[in-house]
């Protein structure tokens, strides 16, 4: 017994995975809230407005598994741009005014790549999937995503990794958002 709890203890670390950048730009849903004076002057809540509106960023990427293994962790912590809404057009219209200008927000996610035709070390087609959180928002609108699709990588230069996939799920704040994005990317493979 103690010999294997020895031999846990002493085992070697991990030293696969890698490092990277990534850009990112897509759509989102999001929902206006708006109001409208009255003829008499008071301020009514108006039906409120479903819109897709467009959002982009950039930021870093940590990999783990070996660069050889078709199924690979990562995470990401990145910068998005929320742009805003479009907001509704009229006399005495009020709308919130938090879709008056970009929303910037601070984005964590983890994921998982499963390599589903060629080979790791040198052009393959996967599977990805993810959740994250919007946790960093300048308006208190933190939200939860979950997206999956489809992507590419191809390794060069031994340790250098070119990746972009293109990914649809959905955002939930109070309720259910859709989303689309587009990610690319540069990784540094350690192993």
Not at 51 to 76: A, M, Q, S, T
């Given at each position: 017994m103690l010999s294997s709890l020895a031999l846990l203890l002493t085992t070697s670390s991990a030293l696969a995975g890698g490092i990277g950048v990534i850009g990112t730009g897509g759509f989102h849903g999001d929902r206006v809230y708006y109001y409208?004076?009255?003829?008499?002057?008071?301020?009514?809540?108006?039906?409120?407005?479903?819109?897709?509106?467009?959002?982009?960023?950039?930021?870093?990427?940590?990999?783990?598994?070996?660069?050889?293994?078709?199924?690979?962790?990562?995470?990401?912590?990145?910068?998005?741009?929320?742009?805003?809404?479009v907001a509704p057009t009229g006399t005495d219209i009020i709308y919130n005014l938090r879709t008056e200008s970009i929303r910037d927000l601070g984005v964590a996610d983890v994921g998982l790549q499963f390599g589903v035709l060629g080979e790791p070390e040198a052009m393959q087609m996967c599977v990805i999937g993810l959740i994250g959180t919007g946790l960093m928002t300048t308006d208190q609108t933190e939200f939860f995503e979950a997206e999956a699709g489809v992507g590419g990588t191809y390794t060069f230069a031994r340790h250098f990794q070119a990746h972009a996939e293109v990914v649809g799920g959905v955002r939930y704040r109070k309720r259910i958002y859709p989303n689309a994005n587009v990610t690319a990317g540069l990784r540094y493979l350690f192993d």
């Open positions: 409208k004076q009255n003829s008499i002057g008071e301020t009514e809540q108006q039906p409120p407005l479903d819109e897709v509106n467009p959002n982009g960023g950039g930021g870093l990427e940590f990999v783990l598994g070996d660069k050889d293994y078709k199924i690979n962790g990562f995470f990401r912590l990145y910068y998005l741009a929320d742009m805003p809404v």
